[in-house]
């Protein structure tokens, strides 16, 4: 009995670390899932208040420093007139590449739906990358 336990504790050793290392088992930032959406929601919020400080109030200091003021201003008229105002989120999916967490929001805005990417350093507590994806940014070519 004691070699039997012992295979399927290796055995379910083994599949837990090929799982994880291929993907189907995503490793999380630091925080909960209910702290990642918390902060997904601020910086949408922020985007329609045209609140930079609230907006980037979540990202680590290279984000800070790469995003200005002026960068925040020319995105928000970006989404704004893309995609509208932010209405809703629904829960994200994750995945995990090259040392980082990345979720996937499906939001709903007035004119359209938009993914909206949040990335973490996996085991982080701070926005690492942020990106918008939907069919009318990208007809604008920025």
Not at 101 to 122: G, Q
């Amino acid at each position: 009995m004691t070699k039997t336990v012992e295979f399927f504790s290796v055995f379910g050793l083994s599949l837990t670390m090929l799982l994880a290392m291929s993907g189907c088992l995503p490793k999380p930032a630091a925080l909960t899932d209910a702290q990642i959406s918390g902060i997904a929601e601020n910086i949408l919020q922020a985007v329609n208040a045209n609140d930079y400080q609230r907006f980037v109030q979540d990202f680590s200091d290279q984000m800070k420093s790469a995003f200005t003021e002026d960068q925040f201003t020319r995105l928000r008229d970006l989404i704004q007139n893309a995609s509208g105002n932010y209405l809703s989120m629904a829960a994200p999916r994750l995945s995990n590449s090259q040392g980082y967490a990345i979720y996937r929001f499906p939001c709903k805005f007035d004119n359209e739906d938009v993914t909206v990417t949040i990335t973490f350093a996996l085991g982080g507590d701070k926005v690492e990358g942020l990106l918008f994806d939907s069919p009318n940014l990208r007809k604008t070519g920025q």
